[in-house]
């Protein structure tokens, strides 16, 4: 299953910051990041894939 995620309000100051807490968040419900884009430059979109740690699904 997939999950798209959008990290408002990022600046060049706080934006690993924010984006490795959402990473980190998503990790504990066992969620890992696919990829990740910008809009703009104050948001960022963050797909997140749930399975298996080395599976293929």
Known sequence: MYK???VDDISVGNVTN???Q?????EKS???L???SFL???RAVLV???GL???LL
């Open 4 to 6: 798209t995620e959008l």
């Open 48 to 50: 997140f894939k749930k």
């Open 18 to 20: 924010k984006i490795d």
């Open 53 to 55: 740690k080395g599976s």
């Open 40 to 42: 703009g430059t104050q």
């Open 22 to 26: 959402k990473i980190a968040e998503m």
């Open 34 to 36: 696919i990829t990740m």
């Open 30 to 32: 066992g969620y890992r």
